[in-house]
């Protein structure tokens, strides 16, 4: 078995309605590349059908794993656990909610390979209504404010994460809003 390089990991919470166009979409773009990757879905204590579909979908793929938590704890708690099982040397976590493109997995991982430890998505064509792009802007410009890294998009999930620097995290709460 060849050694996987990145791991995609997937927290999902009720995403029955996203799943099938989330596969087909990492399908597209990464999965029948060749690239030595995984997908891990976290399930995390969906009541709408989300993890059967799950199972669907990784009984007809071997680079998809599988992980049930027993109730809903929360993203943050689902990423952990996901990473916790993830065997490549690079993290990215994706939203199930279809906001990231899976074609821009390579961009980052590009930029990884030039020498960065942690590279930032960001969603520029967001699917949010008015108010929730407004008050994320606000919490951005705080954020970026307290912090002093200037991101676009500080809520943005889709980044990528050399695995020591992942490791290195203490994930709790809802830290994962500003990883």
């Known amino acids: 078995m060849a050694t996987i390089v ?13 799943l ?17 990757c995984e997908v891990v879905f976290v399930d995390d204590g969906s ?3 989300s993890f ?6 990784a009984a007809k ?3 998809i794993k599988i992980i049930r938590l027993r109730r809903n704890y929360g993203q943050t708690a689902a990423l952990q656990a996901g990473v916790s099982k993830a065997a490549g040397g690079i993290i990215i976590p994706l939203d199930a909610d279809l906001q990231n493109d899976p074609a821009d997995i390579p961009a980052l ?3 990884l390979q ?3 430890d942690v590279v930032s998505g960001w969603r520029k064509a967001r699917k949010d209504g008015f108010v929730r792009v407004a008050l994320s802007r606000v919490a951005n410009a705080i954020i970026s404010r307290i912090s002093g890294l200037q991101l676009h998009d500080h809520g943005c999930s889709l980044k990528a994460y050399r695995r020591e620097t992942f490791q290195e995290l203490r994930l709790y709460g809802e830290v994962h809003r500003v990883l």
């Open 114 to 116: 030039e020498g960065f």
């Open 109 to 111: 991982i590009q930029k």
């Open 52 to 57: 059967e579909i799950i199972k669907g979908i």
């Open 20 to 36: 099938a166009a989330l596969y087909r979409s990492l399908q597209d773009k990464l999965l029948s590349r060749g690239d030595a």
């Open 47 to 49: 009541t709408d059908g």
């Open 6 to 18: 990145y791991s995609i990991v997937i927290p999902a919470y009720n995403e029955a309605d996203n």
């Open 61 to 63: 793929d071997s680079a």
